[in-house]
């Protein structure tokens, strides 16, 4: 190789490229887009229907239905999967991967805007949302005023969000957890009745006065003046002074019928912070932004918006990521530089302070290069890029260890040297830069992993790719231009560990492995039933798809009995608040009543618009994983006794969105068979040890009012059914009837309403018939109270009924969802009906079965290169023989800790492929470069074995040394990985030590070694 002799003739020109190339990396490292996790888009598209008074099947019937139906013309979908309820429905709407997100988004909202104009009147809104993780919020403010004065705060709240929408790095603001402002017309039914006008009449004048048309414009000589005309109502006065009715006698207005002001709507969504009635106002970034830069632009904008308000209102931060991005980013780089500092250390006591300062220099070059290509790339800085960087970590010294080491040994034979460090160097060089290429092989193929998962995963392989790039890069010119300066012919004062290493390869290791080799049959069989007992423990290894989150937040969602209020779940939810008082470790407590909290994580979708939902977000002080757990138990404990409502406790968990881990699909037309199927199975669920937060949706039914209308009685009557149905939704529900526009630019919809309806309230109740005599709503139509529908779900337009639930701390989900499996198996299912498996085994199954695919293609690329380079099958499968000791390795270090086959232990399993077989590649390599010199086999195998051990022995240690801080102090995620390395590591090490020469000795034949070394030469 001649790329060392040219990088050392040509000083200066390495030198100049090294400082450019870290320059860039410098400055992309301070300029480089921060957050916490990793920016991608998922093509998924939700739609939220808010149709209050609703039941489930009329839900299905007039909504779900017809969107599902038109839904159908849009390709690439994967599933449709509806949650049917009272009151509105969710539909998520899952795209195949690949289909680009936005473009799926503007089909799906395409669809809703064709059955829109179809659907019922009393539909409130359809929203259509992206489940992308981009639109988390990264901030979360609270706003209040004392006395509390809603339209006074929702003025203020939107002058907020559009400030913080005008600054660059935000993407969107958004305010929450208040009553609609309204004009509220709260009619007296008595005074209409008595002056013989209906509600329909009220709604018809008002709709007619406040339409706001433009009639054009007129000309005047050489001016043009624009016509204003009727328009919206711009003062209450205005409003109240409306003419009703008028005849000789007297003039009816409004006012004398009606009251008119500002009020609140009928709430269907409130939020408190600390106890106080609040606005909550978020904000989500801008791609490709710093999050750092954006919170200090927030915060600043915040206090000049404090300075602003008057004296009775006030503006707290409730939630920044940015404290969590740096904690995590903190975090991580504490581990790097931990990492650092342990193989400095260990490169200093073994190859002594020259050696170990060149070893070192490589690390922060090779990362700053490959921190530069990464930004160009497209890629940020956050968990999995740095996880990235921990990894290559013990990697990228390797290469630098191989040609330090090398060039000390090829000191020994030259004078010069300049000349000692070019030609230790190229005698490696094709070695370490197979070895580096089979070990990106490994992490490439990650990149082909067509899943949510792979694209939450992605720049972590792409980070240990460039890094090992830059690092052969550096190990190939640099460093040996370094030592050819640094380096001195003469041996030191002071024995290195390096120097007692090799005296024991060669004076006990040698000998002790020719031993071996006499008894190489006896040695293999060990070997295989070692392999195989190993192997036999990975059935007793859990296994698993992500861990928590590790965050210092704590979510509880309640629910509270069918048909209860907004009201009664605000007083349940208010007394929870008191009740979490009294843990010292809870700082800050935001209350959602009738809604989730907004979006502040990217796998946590909110719920909306369901009054006997809420949900408590919990800010901790600080995260300490044993308080946290303590924490969370006593939660369950104190709130598993509430007769008042069911609260779930919920710990953030990593990974993309999901179900609840797990999840069983019940698939059915017959709501009666789901009902009891899942009945039973939620029974026997909640028997198991290990099942919390059990959830059956379809086994909670709710009471309706029935109003049933006799309609030959309103045929007879003379009463328009249509007047009707009109005049009873305006007495519950309210109707719109106009805008109002006060002196500040607001826009208020006008709302004929009656104050407070109750279940008495339509007793009293009169219908204008076309005679104009009013008829008692209640000669017409009978109530009574009947069970409704409870609520279900459509998967695939097909009606479902969904059972889940989440496994507690210590307890295997597979092991959990074997048990529920074979319940179903031995269950007598009725006919037509059928379960699938959602939650965390559909995702594990859908991303492990990319991971095999991967870990072929893997093993196949590094054959082909091994081929490449040894000219032969027999070597590469003989180096092929640390993976199995490595994957055994990797099960022992597993069941030890007691941690789960999760996806970061499969993807340290398959970085395994490439890390552990450079330490045969460089063993057998130089075997055969003994065979060419003309050596015999053995003692070439000896040779080799001894000259290789002491840059093994420390390549394993740094590589361990590398990952230790992260497996010890990473948190849950990353643990399983580093644990799957290091233990592979050390398994496979004392396969090179061992079995790689014996197999050598077996199946390597010298004649055909020197033929390909001299063709490669």
């Known amino acids: 190789m001649n790329l060392p002799f040219a990088a050392i003739k040509n000083a200066q020109f390495t030198f100049t490229v090294v400082v450019l190339m870290v320059l860039v990396g410098l400055v992309s490292y301070f300029n480089m887009p921060r957050s916490e996790d990793p920016q991608f888009e998922i093509p998924i598209t939700l739609l939220e229907i808010i149709y209050p008074g609703a039941s489930p099947k009329d839900v299905e019937t007039l909504v779900v239905d017809p969107l599902e139906e038109e839904f159908s013309d849009i390709e690439n979908i994967k599933k449709i999967e509806s949650q049917i309820k009272d009151g509105g429905a969710r539909i998520e709407v899952t795209f195949l991967y690949g289909t680009d997100a936005d473009a799926a988004f503007n089909k799906v909202k395409r669809a809703v805007s064709t059955v829109k104009p179809n659907l019922p009147a009393g539909v409130q809104d359809v929203l259509v949302l992206k489940a992308t993780p981009n639109s988390v919020a990264v901030m979360q403010l609270a706003l209040w005023s004392e006395p509390l004065d809603y339209k006074t705060m929702e003025f203020h709240a939107k002058q907020l969000e559009k400030r913080l929408e005008a600054i660059t790095t935000v993407r969107q603001a958004d305010i929450w957890g208040y009553p609609q402002q309204i004009v509220a017309v709260d009619i007296n039914l008595n005074l209409l009745k008595h002056y013989g006008i209906s509600v329909t009449d009220i709604n018809n004048i008002l709709k007619g006065r406040a339409v706001n048309i433009t009639p054009g414009f007129v000309d005047g000589n050489n001016r043009r003046f624009n016509v204003k005309a009727s328009g919206n109502f711009e003062q209450l006065q205005q409003l109240s002074d409306t003419i009703v009715l008028a005849n000789e006698d007297f003039v009816l207005r409004l006012k004398d019928v009606a009251r008119v002001s500002f009020a609140s709507r009928e709430p269907s969504y409130l939020a408190y912070f600390q106890k106080k009635p609040v606005i909550f106002v978020t904000l989500q970034q801008r791609e490709n932004t710093n999050i750092f830069n954006l919170t200090e632009q927030v915060r ?43 193989v400095g250390l260990m490169s200093l006591v073994f190859l002594g302070v020259r050696e170990s300062v060149v070893v070192i220099t490589a690390i922060p070059l090779s990362f700053l290069i490959a921190i530069g290509l990464l930004d160009f790339s497209g890629f940020g800085l956050q968990q999995m890029s740095i996880v990235g960087m921990i990894i290559a970590l013990g990697l990228l010294v390797d290469n630098a260890i191989v040609v330090t080491e090398s060039i000390h040994r090829e000191k020994r034979n030259n004078s010069n ?9 190229s ?6 830069s197979s070895g580096t290429i089979t070990t990106m092989l490994a992490f490439l193929p990650m990149l082909m992993l067509a899943s949510n998962t792979g694209d939450f995963i992605r720049s972590m392989p792409v980070t240990v790719v460039l890094v090992l790039l830059a690092s052969l890069v550096i190990a190939l010119t640099l460093t040996p231009l370094l030592a050819s300066r640094f380096f001195s012919l003469k041996p030191g004062k002071i024995k290195t560990l ?26 293999l069989v060990v070997a295989i039933a070692c392999l195989v007992g190993m192997l036999s423990l990975f059935g007793k290894v859990g296994v698993s798809l992500f861990p928590r989150a590790e965050k210092a937040m704590v979510l509880l969602d309640v629910d ?29 407590v935001a209350l959602n009543v009738g809604n989730s909290n907004p979006r502040i994580y990217y796998n946590e979708i909110p719920k909306r618009g ?25 939660l369950r404990r104190e709130f598993a006794s509430w007769h008042q409502a069911s609260i779930t406790v919920k710990e953030f968990t990593q990974g993309p969105v999901t179900d609840q881990a797990i999840a069983v699909r019940l698939m059915s037309e017959s709501l009666d068979d789901l009902e009891q199927v899942a009945g039973d199975l939620s029974a026997h669920m909640a028997s198991l040890s290990g099942i919390i937060n059990l959830d059956n949706p379809i086994g909670v039914a709710n009471t309706e009012l029935a109003l049933t209308l006799d309609y030959d009685k309103a045929g007879l009557a003379g009463v328009d059914i249509n007047t009707l149905d009109n005049t009873v939704q305006t007495i519950l529900s309210g109707a719109f009837v106009g805008r109002f526009n006060d ?34 709503l209640s000669q017409m139509a009978s109530r009574k109270l009947q069970k409704g529908h409870s609520e279900f779900f459509h998967y695939q337009k097909l009606r479902m009924a969904k059972v889940s639930a989440d496994a507690a701390q210590g307890h295997s989900v597979h092991e959990l969802t074997s048990e529920v499996v074979a319940y179903l198996e031995n269950y007598p299912m009725p006919g037509g009906m059928y379960y699938t498996l959602g939650g965390e085994e559909e995702s594990r199954q859908e991303s492990f079965a990319g ?5 072929l293609i893997t093993a196949i690329g590094i054959f082909a290169v091994l081929v490449l380079q040894f000219q032969s099958f027999l070597q590469p499968l003989i180096i092929f023989s640390s993976i199995p000791f490595a994957m055994a390795g990797s099960v022992i270090g597993l069941y030890l800790t007691g941690l789960s086959f999760s996806m970061m232990a499969f993807i340290g399993l398959i970085s395994l492929f490439g890390i552990v077989v450079n330490n045969a590649i460089i063993l057998i390599d130089t075997t055969n470069r003994n065979l060419a010199d003309g050596q015999e086999k053995t003692a070439a195998i000896l040779s080799a074995s001894a000259t290789r051990f002491t840059p093994i022995l420390l390549t394993t240690l740094t590589t361990i040394g590398g990952l230790l801080p992260l497996t010890l102090f990473g948190g849950g995620l990353w643990q399983p990985l580093g644990v799957v390395i290091i233990s592979g590591l050390c398994v496979s090490a004392l396969s090179s030590f061992l079995l790689v020469p014996i197999l050598t000795q077996l199946f390597t034949r010298s004649l055909v070694v020197r033929e390909a070394v001299s063709k490669a030469d």
């Open 417 to 425: 040297l300049s000349q000692a460090a070019a030609a230790g160097t």
């Open 743 to 776: 002196e500040n630019g607001e826009n208020y919809p006008i709302v004929v309403r009656r104050t407070d309806p109750d279940i008495n309230g339509l007793s009293d109740v009169h219908i204008q018939s076309t005679s104009g005599e009013f008829i008692p």
């Open 427 to 432: 005698k490696v060089g094709w070695a370490i």
């Open 851 to 855: 991971l095999s695919q991967i870990m």
């Open 610 to 634: 369901v009054v006997k939902f809420g949900q408590a977000l919990l800010i901790l002080r600080e995260y300490d994983e044993a308080k946290v757990q303590q924490l969370v138990a006593d």
């Open 498 to 523: 390096q120097h007692y290493a090799n005296i024991f390869a060669e004076r006990v290791y040698s000998k002790g492995l020719a031993v071996l080799i006499r008894y190489r049959l006896l040695v």
């Open 560 to 588: 509270t009995p069918a048909n209860s209020s907004l009201e009664y779940t605000n007083q349940v939810m208010q007394e929870m608040t008191r009740v979490l008082g009294k843990y010292p470790l809870i700082d800050k």
């Open 300 to 342: 600043k904008e915040a206090e000049l918006f404090r300075q602003q308000l008057p004296e009775n209102m006030q503006l707290e931060v409730i939630f920044e990521q940015a404290d969590s991005v740096s904690a995590r980013v903190d975090g991580f780089f504490d581990n790097l530089w931990q990492g650092l500092l342990l």
